[in-house]
C-alpha cells in the first residue's frame, strides 16, 4: 500500500487540503495497480478508491513525533506521501511535497515560532526523503538553491483545477480576493483595486491576522471566511476581477481556478504567478494594483478568454500521473 498523510482534510487548510483531495480523488484511476490509503481524522471525506486509514490528532508536534510514526510501523506500506514534514523516526521510503519556501524568502510574513518550526522540519525532509515534489518550477529553484538538493531529485508536478470551476456568469459584481488575510497575501492591495474600479471588495479565506481583517471591513470589504467549493466557483463567475496581490506564491491555486471560470487576473508581477498565468493576466507594476485593475478591466474579453484557454493546460488527472510516476520511481530503488 502507497499511504498519503491526509491530516489536512476536513481542516480548512486552503491550498494544502485542495491538493491533498485532488490527489487522493484521482491516484485510483490513474494508477490501477497500485493500493493507496489515507491518514486522517475525517475517514468520511476519504474519495472512493482509497482506504481511508484513521487517525485522530491532538497537537501537531506529537502526531509527528509519536502517532503517526507508531501508524506508520504498523502498516509497513511500502512509501508513504507527506506534506511539508516527514515523521520523526520513520525510516521507510518517503515523498514529500513542499509547496513553497515563503519562510525562507519572505520570513517577516510569518510568525517565529512557525517560521522556526518550518526552518526545522522542511530541509530536512527535502534532503531526507527519497522523492520530492513540488508544484512549481520557481519552488523547485528555491529548493535547489536554499538545500542543495539536486535538481533532478526534485519533481515538478503543477496543481489541477477542479471541473467545479468552469466558464459562467455575469463578471460584473465585485472584485474578488481568495486567500489567507495575512500581510503576505497583500490583501490591502485588491481593496485599493477594487476602490479604483468602484466595485465592492470580497474576501474569501481565514482571518489569520485580526488588524489586518479589521482594515479590510473598515474600508469596506465583504469578508467571507471559509466557503465551499460550489459557493466559490459562483463568486469567480460573478467576479468583474480576481485580484492576486501576494508578495510570495509557490503556484497561486486561485488564479488557475478564476481563470478556468472566465474570470480577469490581476496578479503581482511574482515568478510562480507568471508561471501559472503567462500572458494571460495584468501584472501590477510595483504595487500598483489600482492601475492594473483598470487595464484589467479594459481588456475583460481578451484577458477572459485567454484565461480560459491558459487553465485548460492545468489537470489533476496530470498531476497525479507525475506523481505517480515518482512513487513508481522511488519503488523501484
Not at 236 to 252: D, I
Request: aromatic letters at 6%; proline letters at 6%.
Amino acid at each position: 500500500m502507497i499511504v498519503i498523510d491526509a491530516d489536512v482534510l476536513g481542516r480548512q487548510r486552503t491550498g494544502d487540503e485542495t491538493y491533498v483531495t485532488n490527489l487522493l480523488r484521482e491516484l485510483p484511476a490513474v494508477a490501477t495497480d497500485l493500493r493507496f490509503g489515507a491518514v486522517t481524522r475525517f475517514p468520511e471525506l476519504v474519495p472512493d478508491g482509497v482506504e481511508p486509514i484513521l487517525l485522530g490528532a491532538g497537537s501537531q508536534e506529537l502526531r509527528m513525533a509519536w502517532t503517526l510514526p507508531r501508524l506508520l510501523r504498523r502498516l509497513e506500506p511500502e512509501l508513504a506521501h507527506f506534506q511539508h514534514a516527514l515523521p520523526l523516526g520513520y525510516r521507510g521510503r518517503s515523498v514529500v511535497t513542499i509547496h513553497d519556501l515563503s519562510f525562507e524568502r519572505e520570513p517577516e510574513t510569518m510568525g517565529l515560532l512557525d517560521r522556526l518550526t518550518f526552518k526545522a522540519v522542511v530541509p530536512r525532509a527535502a534532503k531526507r526523503a527519497d522523492g520530492v515534489v513540488t508544484v512549481s518550477e520557481r519552488t523547485q529553484r528555491d529548493i535547489v538553491e536554499l538545500y542543495g538538493v539536486p535538481a533532478e531529485r526534485i519533481a515538478v508536478t503543477p496543481n489541477g483545477v477542479d471541473p467545479a470551476f468552469a466558464p459562467g456568469g455575469t463578471h460584473d459584481r465585485h472584485v474578488l480576493f481568495v486567500g489567507a488575510i495575512q500581510s503576505r497575501k497583500n490583501p490591502l492591495a485588491a481593496l485599493a483595486a477594487a476602490k479604483a474600479v468602484e466595485l465592492p471588495l470580497v474576501v474569501v479565506g481565514p482571518e489569520r491576522e485580526p488588524e489586518l481583517a479589521a482594515a479590510l471591513r473598515a474600508g469596506g470589504a465583504d469578508l467571507r471566511g471559509y466557503v465551499e467549493k460550489g459557493e466559490l466557483a459562483e463568486l469567480y463567475r460573478e467576479a468583474a476581477l480576481l485580484v492576486m496581490s501576494s508578495r510570495f506564491e509557490g503556484f497561486g491555486l486561485p488564479v488557475v481556478e478564476a481563470m478556468a471560470c472566465g474570470t480577469p487576473v490581476v496578479a503581482a508581477d511574482e515568478p510562480a504567478l507568471r508561471e501559472v498565468a503567462g500572458a494571460a493576466a495584468v501584472y501590477a507594476v510595483g504595487d500598483d494594483f489600482p492601475a492594473a485593475a483598470r487595464d484589467a478591466l479594459a481588456r475583460a474579453a481578451e484577458l477572459s478568454h485567454a484565461g480560459i484557454e491558459r487553465a485548460a493546460g492545468f489537470s489533476w488527472a496530470e498531476t497525479a500521473r507525475r506523481t505517480v510516476a515518482v512513487y513508481r520511481e522511488v519503488l523501484a530503488r
